[in-house]
């Protein structure tokens, strides 16, 4: 069994720039989250997709957008980067919804700079 | 919004000594997670609480649910130095969709 991986592990953008990252879930997870943690914080919801469709969106603004895939990876893409958006983003993978059991496996995270 | 509070946000102990971390809601929670999440690392799912006045135990950790379902305990007994971490405690959203994490309790042990 696989765990959540995450790709890129850093990167560095300006300010203005988009940026796409992404995330495979766990083997057998058909649920993916997206979490921003800013330093010295908790991890702060993003949006959470199941079965391809966005199921919950925490308090962030449309230009963070995401999808999911049949295979169920998922990418998170940010448009307009601002300094305030430099954080460690962190993906989420779950089992099926539907049983009622949320508990999530976080991925490693990708540390996004915004200079 | 929903949100948890979390004392106290730092403790040091010496290794062997005991510490709790607690966490309250005004709101009345349907379940709560734990998740423990190291420096550089990333959270790690420790336990869900689910039931009024649940406990439960992993090893030298103790997890506790009120029975109003309000606040959780963690409480770790005789610290080791590879309890180092930041503990969160995290309800559910009311969908279900999401996990409210606060700023959480940052453990350092020293040897």
């Known amino acids: 069994e696989t765990g959540v991986t995450q790709s890129p592990t850093h990167l560095i953008k300006t300010r203005g720039q988009q940026v796409t990252l992404r995330c495979s879930s766990q083997?057998?997870?058909?649920?993916v989250s997206w979490y921003q943690q800013a330093l010295g914080q908790g991890p702060q919801f993003i949006f959470q997709?199941?079965?391809?469709?966005?199921?919950g969106r925490g308090n962030f603004p449309p230009r963070f957008s995401g999808l999911q895939f049949p295979n169920y990876s998922s990418e998170l893409n940010v448009n307009a980067l601002e300094l305030d958006d430099s954080a460690l983003y962190l993906c989420?993978?779950?089992?099926?919804?539907?049983?009622?059991?949320?508990?999530?496996?976080f991925g490693p995270g990708t540390r996004l700079t915004v200079t | 919004g929903q949100q948890v509070m979390q004392i106290p946000q730092y403790q040091h102990v010496q290794e062997g000594e005991d510490f709790t971390t607690y966490c309250n809601s005004s709101?009345?929670?349907?379940?709560i997670q734990w998740y423990k999440q190291r420096p550089g690392g990333h959270p790690v799912f420790l336990i869900q609480?689910?039931?009024?006045?649940e406990v439960k135990k992993q090893k030298r950790l103790t997890f506790q649910f009120g029975e109003a379902k309000k606040n959780s305990s963690l409480h770790i007994t005789a610290t080791q130095t590879t309890d180092v971490g930041t503990y969160f405690c995290?309800?559910?959203?009311?969908?279900?969709?999401?996990?409210?994490f606060g700023k959480g309790t940052t453990l350092s042990v020293s040897s």
């Open positions: 989420a993978s779950s089992l099926d919804r539907d049983t009622g059991i949320y508990e999530q496996y």
């Open positions: 083997s057998g997870h058909n649920t």
């Open positions: 997709y199941y079965r391809e469709e966005e199921n």
């Open positions: 709101t009345t929670l349907s379940n």
């Open positions: 609480l689910v039931k009024s006045g």
């Open positions: 995290a309800p559910a959203n009311q969908a279900g969709t999401a996990l409210i």
